[in-house]
């Protein structure tokens, strides 16, 4: 390993622990929002279809780093609370995730065949029942390549929490540069470190879909 | 919520918004011509017979599409400091990159998808490998990976916005400055995020131009991505 990555190693690995954190928080609650979201379009609640609607729209056609100036500068203006570099930066991460797994979630949701969920209320199940027994288990099979996809395409977005302040991996390599000033060297490492995190999520990912593919 | 909408400051700023908007702008269109140049040869590159081809495909597209685009940028900019490269290029090398890799996944399923039928008919009426690329196979991958193309486009455009973080004077980039000016943090950004709305649809709206695109298959194949 180059010098200057060994000196500052203790503080680069509390960036890629960030890093990590902000990852996993964002996935964890941005899955949620996307799972709740895209079943309220899917089944077309009547108030709420609209405004998830407009959410998703809304965040699809703004740029990530706009959302966390939204999330950082701009909400707690609007509603005057205080708030954290980190925490506007997970809000931001969730509700910008949350949009794109919805509209994941609601194709394959829209893919499980009519016929079962017929099948499924013919033998007296509720319409809740059957969403959360044989729509939502095969959907979410059906899903999980593109959630990948959208995974480690956030833990790669992460990066940008630096801009607004986060000494996650990036901020941190930033903050070492600036004070060592080797920035080939830096910027390779830290690039390396994003490219083994992403290519092994991508692997965990097509594992868990040989493992439990929708069989058609 | 005691918050008081003033949008007159923004208003005033319309000229810098402009500026910004038309630098998005360029940003965009420049490095969407190159990713797609880069996208198609190495896309090429990776359903060549070729062993080696292939290989080098796939390590492109790996290394480029897991490196997060502000890192691309950072290299460029930084890294690359001795070459003094404008950051407006550094912006383009790094989107460039980032989202030629993108298209080179596409261009390898599109090609994948047109039938092996078509470039075997092709090579027995005498054409070379490289006019049957060219003359069968590309324009019909084309129509196939258009809706695929529509949705990287308008990522490649959101994805500018990073360009303002190497200090490109673009739309973000503005909306900072503005916001600095004026403290209309809330009004400022609002309407920048609309802005790229209104710019994001337009663009995939003009790719699914290309004739055929928005045939069902195509429509399928994008229900399916």
């Not at chain 2, 090579?123 to 990976?145: D, E, F, H, K, V």
Request: hydrophobic residues 55%.
């Amino acid at each position: 390993m180059p010098d200057v990555i060994l000196k500052n190693l203790p503080f680069l690995l509390q960036g890629l622990w960030l890093t990590l954190t902000l990852s996993v928080w964002s996935i964890a609650l941005g899955t949620a929002l996307g799972l709740v979201v895209g079943t309220v379009r899917f089944v077309r609640l009547p108030v709420l279809n609209a405004a998830a609607l407009v959410y998703v729209e809304f965040i699809r056609g703004t740029p990530l780093l706009v959302v966390l100036f939204i999330t950082y500068f701009a909400l707690p203006a609007l509603f005057g609370y205080h708030t954290t570099a980190y925490r506007a930066a997970v809000l931001g991460f969730v509700l910008f995730i949350g949009a794109y797994l919805a509209e994941d979630f609601r194709s394959g949701l829209r893919a499980v065949r009519p016929t079962l969920i017929q099948a499924g209320l013919a033998t007296g199940l509720t319409r809740w029942q059957v969403l959360r027994f044989i729509i939502l288990p095969q959907a979410i099979r059906r899903v999980l390549p593109s959630l990948f996809n959208q995974y480690v395409r956030l833990i790669k977005f992460t990066s940008v929490a630096s801009v607004i302040g986060v000494t996650e991996l990036t901020g941190a390599g930033l903050l070492v540069n600036a004070r060592e000033f080797q920035p080939v060297t830096i910027l390779a490492s830290i690039a390396v470190v994003y490219l083994v995190v992403c290519m092994l999520l991508s692997l965990a990912g097509r594992a868990l879909y040989a493992r439990f593919a929708v069989r058609t | 919520m005691t918050y008081q909408f003033d949008w007159t400051p923004i208003w005033e700023a319309r000229g810098l918004i402009a500026e910004g908007l038309l630098v998005t702008v360029a940003v965009s269109a420049v490095s969407l011509a190159f990713s797609v140049v880069i996208g198609f040869i190495v896309g090429g590159a990776a359903s060549a017979g070729s062993r080696t081809m292939r290989g080098l495909a796939l390590l492109f597209t790996e290394t480029m599409r897991n490196i997060p685009l502000l890192i691309h940028m950072y290299i460029w900019y930084m890294a690359f400091a001795f070459l003094r490269l404008p950051a407006f290029s550094c912006a383009v090398l790094g989107l460039s990159l980032y989202s030629g890799a993108y298209v080179a996944e596409v261009v390898r399923t599109g090609i994948g998808a047109v039938g092996r039928g078509q470039i075997q008919a092709a090579l027995a009426s005498g054409l070379t490998r490289l006019q049957a690329m060219r003359l069968i196979i590309y324009p019909q991958a084309l129509r196939i990976i258009a809706p695929s193309l529509a949705s990287l486009f308008s990522q490649l455009i959101k994805d500018s916005s990073l360009a303002s973080v190497i200090a490109v004077a673009e739309l973000t980039y503005q909306a900072g400055a503005i916001d600095g000016q004026t403290f209309r943090t809330f009004e400022v950004y609002i309407t920048i995020s609309l802005i790229y709305l209104v710019l994001v649809t337009a663009a995939s709206q003009l790719v699914l131009l290309i004739p055929g695109s928005r045939s069902e298959a195509a429509a399928g194949r994008f229900a399916d991505a």
